[in-house]
């Protein structure tokens, strides 16, 4: 009689296993027409390498045996081999007592291990089918069929999940196609809608974001010009329902850690997969991986948003208030609208939700914050009606990934390689240089490129407020500013502060963001003690910066301005449908005995033909350089014809890492 009942497990291990396996191989075969079959992310191996074993203690006997839990339940090549074996001990002493005749104790111990292994196999095999982990991930029933498994799985692009559940060293699992869609309307996914053929809707461009999730569409609206539409896939009801439950459910579970560099927020994919499905046992895989979306996006993404913020495409994106339309600076399109809008609930909510990433306190107290959020990107964002009457706003200043480098200046056509080759020997020989020009004339990104001039082994602090500056250079000093909004905490730093602080570590280049203040006088004092600088400042042309320079409240005696060497003004202009950027003249600086301070071009651009005219005849700047090096005028422009030949070659070939870029100038500087 104890026989029979001990044979009853491995019997109902082995009926269930069976059930399980043809249920899946039904559920996938009915997916062959399925546009999107995602596979389940990957868990990470239980297994590792072998180490000391610690003392055996409650907590280590707990962790244990999550592992080995872990291990049977993962949808791999091991969970399944480790599953067969507890299937498989279970139903060979099941054999062994049924037709082996074995004395009492050895068959009361035979009877135990089936009965646990039995027990265990049951167990797993009940969160086997509430994970829908039959199979290794990625293995089709068109695999089974041709024969071909895949090497490893993989997960389409999941949104934000896809930089919050990968280490801070993995690359995110998708990266922005800017192709046209309409060249590859068969990769369209299902939950594409069809475009309208109406008249009124004139499509200028179409690509996809966050593939195979959201897209972009640019299109005209009627008489009301061009619009940015963001398109995501619909949800029922249901699945609206399902996804409040659980972002309700991981709410509690997750613990966030969005302060620090890079975005290290882990969402375990598997406890996703099981908590919708608790919610919906029948869902479908496509559906899931749609939702999954949703989650990652809102809860470690930027909401509605995450597409716009994702978009290499962008530069800035703001809200003015609620009810409004967000609109963005397109890189090929300027300003657009786009399909976005916040209620005044959203909207408030959405404000907070950026304070918190930046680690900046936002409330009617502080209702203005200036911060750098998680990725780079600036932000300034007003809270409520207290300082704007349209409600609360934002502005995010996308951070470029990749700085700007000199031959990204000369495709764009902000400069030639002619202009680029005198800066460099200026900047190389510790020329002082401000660049001057209006709001998005790309000044900084400028600064930036030309920084690579810079001698590697120099010594280069920085200040800004917001960090930007990227150099390759290891004897590089970043600093930023700091200001605390707490009442009665000292502790603020300015650029005043920073730069007489940096004034101690004997610099031999300084480089700040951006002057408007009273640092502008230290800076100065900085050139005519023998540093070198670059800075930005807000103004038109060399003579409005000039005039901002000398007056309240930066007020900059005019003698001090003999140290500053070069001003190059930058503009953004409109041409036709496209927005480009054009370096509009360089300046040298002259200084008479009276005091009066004259600009000296050197080059111009010509808007008629968007070519750059060299002006000047002789330069003070490149005679100050050729006499310290001890050139004659031939050597000095074979000097020049070296440089702009480098850049004309540096372009034909594959563009170089920045590293490789700046070691090829430190090597021709030499």
Not at 43 to 65: C, F, I, V, Y
Not at 144 to 149: A, D, E, H, N, V
Request: glycine share 6%.
């Amino acid at each position: 009689m104890i026989q029979e009942i001990l044979i009853l497990f491995p019997c109902a291990v082995l009926f269930v296993g069976l059930s399980g396996l043809f249920t899946t191989l039904k559920n996938m075969a009915g997916s062959l027409n399925n546009p999107i079959s995602p596979a389940r992310e990957s868990r990470p191996s239980s297994t590792s390498s072998h180490k000391e074993l610690p003392a055996m203690d409650m907590k280590t006997a707990r962790e244990g045996l999550g592992k080995i839990s872990a291990l049977l339940t993962e949808p791999s090549w091991e969970g399944l081999v480790s599953f067969g074996a507890v299937a498989a001990i279970a139903l060979v002493s099941a054999f062994i007592l049924m037709f082996i005749d074995l004395p009492l104790p050895a068959m009361a111990g035979l009877g135990i291990v089936t009965l646990v292994s039995a027990g265990i196999g049951l167990i797993t095999l009940r969160a086997r089918h509430a994970a829908g982990a039959w199979l290794p991930m990625g293995i089709t029933i068109q695999g089974l069929i041709s024969g071909k498994f895949p090497a490893e799985a993989s997960q389409p692009s999941l949104g934000p999940g896809a930089a919050a559940v990968a280490s801070s060293t993995a690359p995110p699992a998708d990266t922005a196609d800017i192709g046209n869609l309409d060249k590859h309307s068969s990769d369209i996914p299902f939950f594409v809608a069809e475009m309208p053929d109406d008249p009124s809707l004139a499509t200028l461009e179409r690509y996809w974001v966050v593939e195979p999730f959201s897209y972009v569409t640019i299109k005209r609206v009627g008489n009301e010009g061009f619009t940015y539409v963001v398109s995501e896939p619909p949800i029922s009801k249901k699945e609206k329902t399902i996804l409040l439950e659980t972002y309700a459910h991981l709410r509690d579970i997750i613990i966030y850690d969005e302060t620090e560099a890079g975005r290290n927020t882990r969402i375990d994919p598997v406890a996703v997969s099981r908590i919708i499905r608790s919610f919906d046992p029948e869902i479908a895989d496509d559906r899931l991986a749609i939702l999954d979306y949703y989650i990652r996006r809102d809860l470690t993404g930027y909401g509605p948003l995450e597409t716009l913020m994702r978009d290499p495409a962008l530069e800035d994106i703001s809200c003015n208030g609620n009810d409004l339309p967000v609109f963005i600076f397109h890189r090929a399109y300027g300003s657009l609208p786009t399909s976005i809008l916040f209620s005044e609930a959203e909207l408030n909510q959405f404000v907070l939700k950026l304070a918190q990433k930046a680690n900046k306190q936002l409330s009617l107290s502080n209702p203005m914050v200036d911060a750098t959020l998680p990725d780079g990107a600036r932000i300034q964002i007003t809270y409520s009606e207290v300082v704007s009457t349209k409600g609360s706003s934002f502005t995010i200043r996308k951070f470029r990934a990749e700085p700007m480098t000199p031959l990204d200046l000369i495709r764009y056509g902000t400069y030639d390689a002619r202009t680029l080759a005198f800066l460099w020997l200026a900047i190389e020989h510790r020329k002082s240089l401000l660049v001057v020009g209006g709001t998005a004339s790309g000044k900084t990104s400028m600064m930036n490129a030309v920084s690579l001039f810079i001698p590697q082994n120099a010594k280069v602090v920085s200040l800004e407020d917001t960090r930007e500056i990227q150099l390759p250079h290891k004897n590089w000093l970043p600093t930023q500013t700091r200001e605390l909004n707490s009442e009665g905490i000292r502790g603020d730093i300015d650029l005043f502060g920073l730069l007489k602080a940096c004034m101690r570590q004997r610099p031999e280049y300084i480089i700040v963001g951006e002057v408007r203040g009273k640092e502008a006088q230290t800076l100065f004092q900085a050139m005519n003690s023998g540093h070198a600088t670059l800075s930005t400042i807000h103004a038109g042309s060399v003579y409005e910066a000039i005039n901002r320079l000398t007056h309240d409240p930066i007020n900059v005696p005019p003698v001090m301005f003999q140290a500053l060497d070069l001003v190059v003004v930058q503009s953004i202009y409109t041409l036709g449908k496209t927005r480009i950027r054009r370096c509009l003249s360089i300046h040298e600086i002259a200084v008479n005995k009276d005091g009066e301070i004259t600009p000296i071009p050197l080059f111009e651009w010509n808007v008629q033909d968007d070519t750059f005219r060299k002006l000047y005849t002789r330069s003070k700047t490149l005679e100050e350089i050729a006499f310290h090096n001890a050139w004659d005028e031939k050597e000095l422009e074979l000097e020049l014809a070296k440089r702009e030949e480098f850049f004309s070659w540096a372009l034909d070939v594959q563009p170089p890492t920045l590293r490789d870029l700046a070691n090829a100038i430190h090597d021709l500087g030499d």
